[in-house]
T-cell receptor, first 114, second 115 residues
């Protein structure tokens, strides 16, 4: 079946450095790739997404890159701050009989150390 | 602005007992409603997407059996039975599907613990 692999299960960076989380997907028909942030004990919060008609999107300190040929996408967090510490999930949309569903990666626990 | 309300927010479930969850949509511009489960290892998995009142689906997964119902345009329900491991159930909503697929919002979640 469709899969999304998230390559870093944990990531530790110093405040002010950049953090990069990488994901790959298997369904060539996937066209929508969102990222979610989950703080401890809380729900998922949408942070940024990218569609297959572009290869780069930026929102403030967040940059998403998409390489459709390699079926790879990544989240870059620049100038990290301690409040960026959380679990980050990548996902890819898959279209089936019930419409679209999201297939999630396993999550990356990001720690930003002061 | 809160788009989704879920209740209960948490529940202790005696082994063998079923539990009923509700999700209320606060903005009808996001009619595509879904259920996702998050297991104790934080892994997220899509369960159901129900668009229209009257839609009903069942599914059995490792650790629980599910029955989902779209009751009205604003209410989605989930019955969880035969749960052997704890999990959190999230209700989600979005504006469209197919090429109109867009940002999906997650509700606050219902955390279930097996007694």
């Amino acid at each position: 079946g469709e899969k999304v692999e998230q390559h870093e299960s944990t990531l530790s960076v110093r405040e002010g450095d950049s953090a990069v989380i990488n994901c790959t997907y298997t369904d060539t028909a996937s066209s929508y790739f969102p990222w979610y942030k989950q703080e401890a004990g809380k729900s998922l919060h949408f942070v940024i997404d990218i569609r297959s008609n572009v290869d780069r999107k930026q929102s403030q300190r967040l940059i998403v890159l998409l390489d459709k040929k390699a079926k790879r996408f990544s989240l870059h967090i620049t100038a990290t701050q301690p409040e960026d510490s959380a679990i980050y999930f990548c996902a890819a949309s898959v279209y089936g009989s019930s419409g679209n569903k999201l297939i999630f990666g396993i999550g990356t626990l990001l720690s930003v150390k002061p | 602005v809160t788009l989704l309300e879920q209740n209960p927010r948490w529940r202790l479930v005696p082994r063998g007992q079923a539990v009923n969850l509700r999700c209320i949509l606060k903005n009808s511009q996001y009619p595509w409603m879904s259920w996702y489960q998050q297991d104790l290892q934080k892994q997220l998995q899509w369960l159901f997407t129900l668009r229209s009142p009257g839609d009903k689906e069942v599914k059995s997964l490792p650790g629980a059996d599910y029955l989902a119902t779209r009751v009205t345009d604003t209410e989605l329900r989930l019955q969880v039975a035969n749960m052997s491991q704890g999990r959190t159930l999230y209700c989600t909503c979005r504006t469209g599907t197919g090429i109109n697929y867009a940002e999906q919002f997650f509700g606050p979640g219902t955390r279930l613990t097996v007694l």
